[in-house]
């Protein structure tokens, strides 16, 4: 189980709780039995990816000197040990979201498939630049459509607020390419930033960002999420001069893990917010 990034696999369990939490009717014991469910399945999904893309990586992050010491290998443990537990987390988020209906669990289906395409030796879609950010933008979108689709059906408010995730989570596959950029030159591994260059995928993803914030205030201002959150307009300013700072610094490991800290600082403030008016309002009614 050390071979779990524990930190990435929690942060990853936002969008469909907000997903259920936004398309749950009343709060009652049943449901919330069954959003424990789910988020103990895509709890399980989102370990079997972050594993799965270990074990098919672990040569190139044998090879960077940044992630050699944190890889399992350098924990004892063997490629066979850490491929027969992705599968077994596999299995059991497959069965978790069964549990909680068809529909979450043919999303997990695609969301497992969406990372064999990224990670999968012989596919490797990780080193095909722009399609890669294509795979995280659906994974993104997805991931809230997991939990909207427990209570409800797929519609188009449904649509329109998982595109906010799957900005965020492609805006965010960009700047970690930028971070990653010398890792992945040395391992010949052709990301966006390899192909096009560190500066260009770090704009992208902040042009990426920039979209999410103006989609979340349209989305607020419609009402099709709570109106509350047209403050992430005022959230914006904070990220922009992060990210601004992050590019004076000349874009080095270091300032772009500072600014990654940053904005997930700022995206779990928004989630908080979220959550907590939907919930509000649910108790109201």
Partial sequence: MSSIRFDEVCALQGAPLIGAILSISALTITNT?????????????????????DWSGIGGDLNDPRRATRTFAAKGLSRSDVGYLALSLLALGLLLLRVVGATPFCIGLAIAGLSALYSAP???LKGTPLFNSGLHLAGGMLHFLLGYAAFS????????????FGLVFSAGHFTHEARDHDGDTLNGIRTNAVAFGRTQSFIAGLVLF?????????LAASGLVPGVLTVAALLYPLHLVASLRALRAGLTFESLVGLQRCYRALYAVIGIVMVVATLTSLSRS
Avoid: K, M, Q, W
Wanted: glycine share 6%.
């Fill in 33 to 53: 039995l069954e959003v424990a469910i789910l988020v103990a399945g895509n709890f399980c999904l989102v370990s079997h990816v972050f594993l799965f893309n």
């Fill in 122 to 124: 012989g596919l490797h």
């Fill in 153 to 164: 059906a797929i519609d188009a408010r449904g649509l329109l607020v998982s595109c906010f």
């Fill in 210 to 218: 920039t979209a999410a914030y103006a989609l979340l205030v349209a």
